[in-house]
């Protein structure tokens, strides 16, 4: 009778193997939807990144991701719908900073990634669809930050980018198709101690609004309309903020402005503006417990919904969110394991994408649509 169970659990075990060695070979198309079971079963390798991580998406089908790798190269990812995920992608460079990338062209066929350099200067690189990626460009410069770069201009012809200067001032250096590199770096003064934030709005986003946090850890903001140029002054925006700030805009005609930030309490803060009644009176507090920078995006229809995303003191994520008809929900955990900011960024009008460094310097994702709710965690 012991003989009997012995076999029939021997050859039970031998049975589970065969079927196990089959499941990891005849392992399904890679989506979104079952990216983690394919990284159990050995499909993708985990890279080491460090940093915050950063998500492009440049259409509905193509999202890219890049983050500073763990020997200072620049690795890059991408998403193509009905593909999956892709290999990382080891594109070189010596960082020093979290990279900034942003997308040019009508359907964004030209990718720009930019970052800080082992001389403190501005380092570059891009890509075509169609050509590949470029050599690496030195754009000299002395920056004491990660740089911000924006598109604008009829076809997003135009690329201004902005960091922290040697004395706490703002510079910023740009591009056009037309013209090519600005010959030098402008300096717009100032006194920040963070990395800015800029923002476009407006036909053909003629306007920019730069922020950063000040010497009091006050919002700090200064902006340009190509009518007028830049301003002279600074505007103080009050606030005490203990992260830099994450921006967006929305509204009819790019109409408004929202500005998040953490605050002393470990909460999370928001200060407004709305062309028809300019700058909220104060700072509203959102409460929460976060300890990394938020990010935030506008979603639906002009932007009528907001989501703000930030990493707690667990390592999961938290989120909150907006729509016009009953304002700010509550505050939600999506759990996970992250040890970076976690990065979020707009798909269509309907859903978003969010990346952030996991718990072995690996990359994670998650994502949200309005039919589907929210997804698991992919370990990529």
């Not at 800080?116 to 002395?142: M, P, Q, R």
């Not at 300890?291 to 909150?320: E, F, L, Q, W």
Request: hydrophobic content about 40%; some cysteine; proline content about 3%.
């Amino acid at each position: 009778m012991k003989r009997k169970t012995h076999l029939k659990i021997i050859a039970s075990l031998v049975l589970s193997s065969v079927l196990f060695a089959c499941k990891k070979t005849a392992l399904p198309e890679v989506t979104e939807n079952n990216a983690v079971a394919a990284s159990l079963a050995g499909t993708f390798t985990a890279d080491s990144i460090i940093g915050n991580p950063m998500l492009l998406v440049r259409n509905l089908n193509n999202l890219d991701v890049f983050a500073r790798g763990a020997n200072n190269h620049l690795m890059h990812r991408a998403y193509i719908t009905n593909n999956g995920w892709g290999a990382w992608e080891d594109l070189g460079g010596n960082l020093t900073s979290d990279p900034h990338a942003i997308y040019r062209g009508g359907s964004g066929e030209s990718i720009s990634v930019f970052a800080k350099g082992t001389s403190n200067n501005l380092v570059h690189i891009h890509f075509k669809d169609g050509i590949g990626w470029s050599a690496w460009e030195d754009h000299g410069g002395n920056i004491t930050s990660a740089p911000h770069a924006v598109r604008r201009g009829t076809n997003n012809s135009v690329m201004n980018i902005f960091a922290k200067g040697p004395n706490g001032n703002l510079v910023h250096k740009w591009y056009s198709d037309a013209n090519g590199w600005s010959a030098s770096w402008d300096n717009l003064g100032g006194n920040i101690t963070s990395e800015p934030f800029a923002v476009t709005r407006g036909p053909n986003w003629s306007k920019i609004h730069v922020y950063a946090v000040g010497a009091s850890n006050n919002l700090v903001h200064k902006w340009y309309t190509d009518a007028t140029g830049w301003v002279t002054a600074w505007d103080d925006l009050g606030g005490n903020l203990t992260s830099a700030p994450s921006v967006i805009v929305r509204g009819v005609n790019d109409s408004q402005m929202n500005i998040f930030a953490k605050g002393t309490s470990n909460n999370l803060i928001h200060k407004w503006y709305t062309d028809a009644n300019g700058w909220s009176n104060g700072w509203e507090d959102l409460g929460g417990t976060i300890d990394s920078r938020p990010y935030a995006i506008a979603k639906g229809t002009n932007g009528g919904n907001m989501h703000v995303v930030a990493k707690t003191p667990s390592n999961t994520m938290a989120h909150r969110g907006f729509n016009a008809s009953s304002y700010w929900g509550t505050w939600e955990d999506r759990g996970g394991v992250i040890t970076s900011a976690p990065y979020i960024a707009p798909r269509g009008i309907d859903q978003f994408n969010i990346v952030a460094k996991g718990a072995t310097s690996n990359l994670v994702h998650i994502y949200f649509r309005d039919a589907l709710g929210w997804t698991g965690w992919d370990i990529l």
